[in-house]
Each structure stands twice: as structure tokens, then as C-alpha cells.
């Protein structure tokens, strides 16, 4: 599988050499050469290195855009989504990709401290990141997942594994526990010790029902001895005599 497979004409082969050269001095292999085993199709060689590369880099010049191959090879990396397109003449590439962002390689001669390709190895570097980390994600999660169909061997413990993934980097830990008897241990005092938590919540909620109750029953027996006094109040009243003209508190 090679990193980076790059899409161009036979005319700018020359070109695509320099390039091809500057891409591997960054650490990548670059596939370009259009040569062919003997006996090996050249469409099925050319089709294979494309899907199995990691990002297509296509080359945009006047001999490319009237190519049908290398319109062809663009479209599957397009397809894929995994097409970096430059210009290296000024040449307008065909219409369906004039709407993707395309480097500028016009002025570009062999210097790895130029912008553009400085600009290049870097959306490259992350693109090809990017894709290492989901693989690594991928073959983790279906580690724990073919792990989590298998009997677990107390005897031999047990195993937890933490994956990290974002686009800076990627973590995968491996924690293993063997002392199963201390694991059980553990596990059994953490059970005892949480049925006492709950037994004494239970009984603070008895004790404290159990004072409601009792301030309950106190107040009803209070109202209870005060109603007596409350009716008995209610004979005081108020006469006047308007013959004498005098007022009286005592009921008649």
C-alpha cells in the first residue's frame, strides 16, 4: 500500500518524477511509475495501486485535462474522497472539478521550503494521520468486540481496554488485573459496605417518619383540650337594660 499515488499525463512525466521525489524525501512512498509487470493488466495494476493508496494526488496541465485515464483516476479519488488536485501549467481543469480547492504549483521549482508545497506536505500529513487513527480506533473496537463473545477466565483475570482517539493522536492502554481473589475480595466488601449504607438511610427515614408521627399525634391531642375553652367563650355576652339604661356582661 503506498501513501501517495499521483495522477498524470505521460507528457509531464518529468515533472511527476521531481515531484514524486520531493514527496518521498517527506518519509512517503509515492506510487507514479506507469510501468507494468509483464503478464499484469495495466488497468487492473493501475486500479489496484489507486484503491489501496492512501490520498490521490492529481496533476493538472494541458496534456492531463485531455486525458481520459487521468480524468478517470480523478474521479475514483474523488469518489473516495481522498483527491488533492494541483496545477502545474495554469490549465483549467476539466468543469466537474474546477468547484475543489486546487494548489497552485505553477511557479513550484523542486524547493521543499516553497509555500505551496510546504502547504502541500501538511494537508497531507494530516489527512494521512486522520486516517491512521480511525484504523487503529476500528481494529481496537473489534478486538474488544471478538473479545466480548469469549468466556471470561477468572482464573487468569481480567483485562480493560482504554482507546483514546482524536485527530492529534491515538492511545490504546492495556490494564490487566490477575489477582482475581483480591478482585473478589474487593468486590464483596464493596457489597457489604454499600447494604450498610442502605440500612442506615432506611433507618434514618423510620426514625425521622416516626417523629413526624409523634409531633403529629401531639398536636391534635393540644387542639383537642383547647376546644372546650373555645365553646365555653362563645356564652359571654352583652346585655342592656334600656328602662335603667345600664349594661350588663352576663348573659340573661
Known amino acids: 500500500m503506498s501513501d501517495i499515488f ?10 511527476t518524477a521531481r515531484l514524486a521525489i520531493a514527496l518521498e524525501s517527506q518519509g512517503w512512498s509515492v506510487w507514479w511509475d506507469r510501468s507494468i509487470p509483464i503478464g499484469k493488466s495495466y488497468e487492473i495494476v493501475i486500479e489496484e495501486a489507486l484503491d489501496k493508496a492512501k490520498c490521490v494526488i492529481v496533476l493538472w496541465s494541458k496534456a492531463s485535462v485531455k486525458s481520459q485515464w ?7 479519488a474523488q469518489q473516495q474522497d481522498k483527491i488533492f488536485p494541483i496545477n502545474i501549467d495554469g490549465s483549467k481543469p476539466p468543469l466537474v472539478y474546477r468547484a475543489l480547492q486546487m494548489a497552485d504549483f505553477i511557479n ?6 516553497a509555500v505551496e508545497f510546504k502547504n502541500l506536505v501538511s494537508d497531507v500529513q ?6 491512521h487513527v480511525q ?3 476500528i481494529n481496537t473496537f473489534e478486538e474488544m468486540k471478538n473479545s466480548s463473545h469469549k468466556k471470561p477466565d477468572i482464573g487468569r483475570g481480567r ?5 483514546k482517539v482524536d485527530d492529534k493522536k491515538s492511545n490504546v492502554t492495556v490494564k ?6 483480591l478482585s473478589t475480595e474487593k468486590t464483596k466488601q464493596y457489597q457489604n459496605d454499600n447494604f450498610k449504607r442502605k440500612g442506615f438511610v432506611l433507618f434514618i427515614i423510620v426514625f425521622l417518619l416516626l417523629i ?9 391531642v393540644k387542639v383537642a383540650t383547647l376546644e372546650p375553652a373555645t365553646k365555653q367563650s362563645k356564652k359571654i355576652c352583652y346585655s342592656f337594660d334600656f328602662v335603667t339604661q345600664v349594661g350588663s356582661d352576663e348573659c340573661l
Do not use: C, M, P
Not at 6 to 15: A, G, L, N, P, V
Not at 126 to 131: C, E, M, P, S
Not at 159 to 163: E, K, L, N, S
Open 6 to 15: 499521483i495522477s498524470y499525463s505521460t507528457e509531464d512525466k518529468e515533472y
Open 159 to 163: 483485562a480493560t481496554v482504554a482507546v
Open 176 to 181: 490487566n488485573h490477575s489477582n482475581n481473589g
Open 126 to 131: 494530516i489527512f494521512i494521520k486522520k486516517l
Open 108 to 113: 513550484w521549482t523542486d524547493d521543499l521550503n
Open 212 to 220: 413526624g408521627a409523634i409531633a403529629l399525634q401531639k398536636k391534635k
Open 135 to 137: 484504523a487503529e480506533a
Open 70 to 76: 487521468v480524468r478517470a483516476e480523478a474521479a475514483e
